[in-house]
C-alpha cells in the first residue's frame, strides 16, 4: 500500500509563502492532489495535477496564488503557496485515489 507524507506546513504572516510536499512509499501512477480542512468546516478541493503534469486542476479560492507540480522520479507531490491569506489556515492534506496523509497544518497570521 502506497503511504503519503506531508511536510512543510507552519506558521507564516499573511502574503508570505510555504512550500509543502507529500512523498508517496511508492510509485504514483495517477492523479495527485491537495485538500484542506479547516476547523468547523468540510474538507476541500485545492488543486491536482495527473501524472503526466499536462492537466492540472485549482479551486477557484488559489487560483493564480498556488501551484502544484510532481517529481515523478522522486514519488513527491508540492504545492507552492504565494501570498497567503489568513482563510487558507488549515490542515493541508495530501490525496492518491482513496489514499490520504496525515495532514500538515498551515497557519495564516493577519
Known amino acids: 500500500q502506497v503511504r503519503l507524507v506531508e511536510s512543510g506546513g507552519g506558521l507564516v504572516q499573511a502574503g508570505g509563502s510555504l512550500r509543502l510536499s507529500c512523498a508517496a512509499s511508492?510509485?504514483?501512477?495517477?492523479?495527485m492532489g491537495w485538500f484542506r480542512q479547516a476547523p468547523g468546516k468540510e474538507r476541500e478541493f485545492v488543486a491536482r495535477?495527473?501524472?503526466?503534469?499536462?492537466?492540472?486542476n485549482y479551486a477557484d479560492s488559489v487560483k493564480g496564488r498556488f501551484t502544484i507540480s510532481r517529481d515523478n522520479a522522486k514519488n513527491t507531490v508540492y504545492l507552492q503557496m504565494n501570498r497567503l491569506k489568513p482563510e487558507d489556515t488549515a490542515v493541508y492534506y495530501c490525496?492518491?485515489?482513496?489514499?490520504w496523509g496525515q495532514g500538515t497544518q498551515v497557519t495564516v497570521s493577519s
Open positions: 495535477i495527473s501524472w503526466s503534469g499536462g492537466t492540472i
Open positions: 511508492g510509485r504514483t501512477l495517477n492523479n
Open positions: 490525496n492518491l485515489g482513496d489514499r
